[in-house]
């Protein structure tokens, strides 16, 4: 069994900063690209970047600049680095993983979601 379990979320002042973290563990055989998404009340989710298992990142463009997506490979964590907050990054940020748990078996896990909220 698989699990990906976030944390590092909660209430920050506009101008500041927060480090989120995803964590998988369980069965894993090898885990791929790895993300991170995001929903805002009364909207879809979104992408905020991606990075893949050799460190090729992908970002939206609402967040370049002033998000950073890392991962440590030996721990299967995935990190965002969110510097400059701004009120409309509030959202629950969510972890995605590609995970595979043998050769052959592969899917995409999802966490529970982090609260962000950005507000003075």
């Known amino acids: 069994q698989v699990q990906v379990v976030e944390s590092g979320g909660g209430l920050v002042q506009p101008g500041g900063s927060l480090r989120l973290s995803c964590a998988a563990s369980?069965?894993?055989?090898?885990?791929?690209?790895m993300g991170w998404y995001r929903q805002a009340p009364g909207k879809q989710r979104e992408l905020v970047a991606t990075?893949?298992?050799?460190?090729?990142?992908n970002t939206a463009d609402s967040v370049k600049g002033r998000f950073t997506i890392s991962r440590d490979n030996g721990k299967n964590t995935v990190y965002l680095q969110m510097n400059s907050l701004k009120p409309e990054d509030t959202a629950v940020y969510y972890c995605?993983?590609?995970?595979?748990?043998?050769?052959?078996?592969?899917?995409?896990?999802w966490g529970q979601g982090t609260q962000v909220t950005v507000s003075s």
């Open positions: 995605n993983a590609n995970i595979y748990t043998t050769m052959w078996d592969g899917d995409t896990y």
């Open positions: 990075i893949t298992s050799y460190a090729k990142s």
């Open positions: 369980g069965s894993i055989y090898r885990v791929n690209t």
